[in-house]
């Protein structure tokens, strides 16, 4: 497993160092089995009802985790369509593992599920994720443009 860390000029909210209110999640890829693997124990600041996760929150993990398996096919795709099936509430203070992988591939769209366990297996919440792959000059060129307005 290699780390995944949070890049230092990367303002994500969910994965970036850059970002002072980000919560600069640290996933794993599995590169022999193209996987990515997050272990995390959330505090009650990200919470929604008392004592659980936000649904947004669930939302962005399972996102985060699709988001990074785009790298094994060596390409910059964005999320064009997330859906999120939430099975149990997913307790705050309680170690969750995220687990993300591609299921299919035509042309430019990529399509990638995730699962949110507890620490027993027990799926809390399941992701599918549609990401379009996008030319990674254009993306520069547009990124450029909106940092300099």
Do not use: W
């Not at 497993?1 to 949070?6: F, G, Q």
């Not at 909210?13 to 997050?38: P, Q, T, W, Y």
């Not at 699709?66 to 307790?91: Q, Y």
């Not at 992988?101 to 990638?112: C, K, M, W």
């Amino acid at each position: 497993m290699r780390k995944l860390t949070p890049q230092a000029d990367n303002p994500c909210f969910g994965c970036g160092a850059a970002n002072a209110r980000g919560m600069k999640l640290e996933f794993e890829s599995d590169d022999a089995s193209k996987r990515i693997v997050g272990r995390f124990r959330l505090g009650s600041e990200y919470q929604g009802g008392p004592g659980f996760l936000h649904g947004g929150i669930i939302a962005l993990l399972l996102d985060e985790a699709m988001g990074k398996v785009n790298r094994f096919s060596d390409v910059r795709a964005v999320t064009a369509e997330l859906s999120v099936e939430f099975k149990r509430p997913v307790p705050v203070e309680a170690e969750i593992v995220v687990e993300a992988f591609q299921v299919e591939r035509n042309g430019r769209t990529l399509v990638h599920e995730a699962e949110i366990r507890d620490l027993a297996g027990k799926i809390l919440a399941k992701g599918r994720g549609r990401f379009v792959i996008v030319d990674r000059e254009e993306y520069a060129k547009k990124l450029h443009a909106a940092k300099s307005q």
